[in-house]
């Protein structure tokens, strides 16, 4: 296969969102460089860029981007790549014998479209039944938040979301669904604004009985806008 054929199979795969494992690929050093080292790198590079696409940087409105920018990625949106940052998932007894399903819906969703570094925003649905152990509610939020912020594809991350709530709760009965519009689609190639992409992962009960799959898409249907 030629350079050209290669470089518009990894283009239509990117646009096709398709995604190459359910764990982030990382490298096995990317941890040995600290925070500050990663920074002072990435502000380097991105000075580059800027300076490439004919950016002067000695305009007060620019010199200082290049570390914003670099400080942003590694401590920020791309905070998640770091296993250092993962939310303490503590559970406690199901002292209340709670046995229905509890659901945790409209969570929000930022983050970043790793083919093209985009933002993917959109909202997060989360619903499980408990075994004898719950979880704090803002815990699925967090848990939400923190696999978001990585270089993502929306697969991976609804995979993601499920696949620590069943370790921490110790049950195969967990499911997610995630609506969010990717900004690779929405302000680039086709440019189409009014679309958005919903993926779900479904686990247990979720997945194996029809009743409890309606009942949760049911639940996360609702409207419960009001005002606090």
Known sequence: MSNHQNEELYEDMGDGHIPSSHETP???????????EKVAQIESHFKDIMETLGLDLTDDSLKGTPKRVAKMFVTEIFG?????????MSTFDNKFKYNQMLVEKDITVYSTCEHHFLP??????????????VIGLSKMNRI?????????VQERLTMQVVQA?????????VACVIDA???????????????STVTA?????????????AEFLKYI???TTFNV
């Not at 709530?165 to 009965?173: I, K, S, V």
């Not at 690779?184 to 086709?190: K, P, Y």
């Open 80 to 88: 998640g790549l770091n296993p250092g940052r993962m939310p303490k």
């Open 201 to 213: 992962e479904l686990g247990g009960c979720f997945k194996n009985d029809a009743t409890t799959r």
């Open 144 to 152: 939400v938040d923190y696999f978001a912020r990585r270089p993502q």
């Open 26 to 36: 990382m490298r096995k050093d990317a941890f040995e460089k600290t925070d500050a």
């Open 165 to 173: 709530m069943q370790e921490a709760l110790g049950t195969e009965d």
């Open 181 to 195: 519009k990717h900004l690779c689609v929405n302000s680039r190639g086709i440019k189409d604004i009014e679309s």
């Open 120 to 133: 993917i925003v959109g909202k997060a649905h989360i619903g499980y039944i408990s075994n004898g152990r």
């Open 221 to 223: 249907g609702l409207q």
